[in-house]
């Protein structure tokens, strides 16, 4: 079935050795100059294209979910992917109606890279003293969809806890949610409770006071969070972490990492992405809410500052200036 096509898209779960199988498979099956591309969201492209003969045909095309729904697609080019095969999914993308956006290899490319860094600051603000409807508060007001821990609700918690469990990452909050049997909106509660036939999240006060628990073991004590510092924290950290996927080439542009916030995970549209929004606050500005962070002690890695936005505020220069080449 795939001897005479001109590309195949695997579409497997996130597993190595399985996808390193199909694609060993396929190079032997497709002809010659058939494009070999793979949907991971993660994964390294390079590792997957070094098992075929063909690595200059090979490249991540990594679909949003759903699918038929999400506009993005960002096209991930691996270290020997020829042009031609660049410039063909580039343009098949536009066929088909997505927003397509080159990317490098990296784990989790673009998108989900940036999308830990909120994520950690999301589960320190919980530790620190926020609950879950505070913090997705704070963010729907802000103008996202939904929350994180509403849109990890919707998505399963129980994927990720099986992760953890095979990798021996500890996360206690979220897995005392999970050996509750709590996974989400499919098993009627995760970090929120839903009324069967709804989607609109409740709190729970078993959860509230599982997250004040962990927080006290954590740090001895809890504080009062405001909306500002919850969405400094989680944006900020997205455009610190933008920032450094710029610097390494990752990302051609800071435009292209708007387009897959904006495209990918409905960040609003109004704020223009997380790049263009952090060039309208002033990168001045977001460099010393950046620095007060990291002296804050909330997380060296995630608020350790990119060297590009030191280097553009020290030339008064802004992220769209970076992207002119000026």
């Known amino acids: ?46 590792e997957i294209a070094a098992c075929t003969s063909r690595p200059q045909d090979v490249i991540g ?43 490098g290899v990296c784990h989790g490319f673009v998108g989900n890279r940036m999308l830990h860094a909120y994520f950690n600051q999301a589960f320190a603000l919980l530790y620190e003293g926020a609950q879950p409807q505070d913090v997705d508060g704070a963010l729907y007001a802000y103008g996202m969809a ?34 509750m049997g709590r996974f989400g909106q499919k098993t009627g509660g995760g970090y929120y409770d839903y009324k069967e036939g709804s989607r609109t999240p409740v709190p729970n006060a078993e959860v509230a006071q599982i997250i004040e628990e962990e927080g006290i073991r954590k740090h001895n004590h809890r504080r009062e969070i405001g909306s500002e ?9 997205l455009v610190n972490e933008g920032a450094k996927i ?11 990492i708007d387009v897959v916030y904006v495209y990918g995970y409905a960040f ?34 995630v608020w350790t500052p990119a060297p590009l936005i030191e280097r553009l505020v020290a030339e008064g220069k802004s992220f769209q200036d970076h992207d002119k080449g000026a």
């Open 1 to 46: 079935a795939v001897s005479d096509v001109d590309i195949v898209i695997e579409a497997v779960f996130e597993n190595m050795d399985l996808k390193k199988e199909i694609f060993a498979k396929l190079d032997a099956a497709c002809k010659p100059g058939c494009i070999l591309a793979t949907n991971t969201s993660t994964l390294d492209v390079d």
């Open 146 to 179: 939904m929350g994180p821990f509403a849109m990890s609700d919707l998505a399963g918690l129980d994927v990720s806890w099986r992760i953890r469990q095979e990798t021996g990452q500890k996360s206690p909050i979220a897995d005392r949610i999970c050996e």
């Open 268 to 301: 609003p549209v109004y704020h223009g992405g997380p790049m263009f929004w952090a060039d309208l606050m002033g990168l001045d500005k977001v460099l010393a809410k950046i620095k007060g962070f990291h002296a804050a002690g909330y997380g060296d890695e």
């Open 229 to 237: 510092e919850i969405v400094d924290r989680t944006m900020l950290a």
């Open 246 to 256: 710029l610097e390494e080439g990752i990302a051609l542009r800071a435009s292209d």
């Open 61 to 103: 095309l990594h679909f949003f979910s759903p699918a038929n729904v999400m506009r993005l697609l960002e096209e991930v080019r691996g270290k020997e992917t020829a042009h031609d095969v660049i410039a063909t999914c580039m343009a098949l993308a536009k066929r088909i109606g997505k927003v397509p956006v080159m990317v």
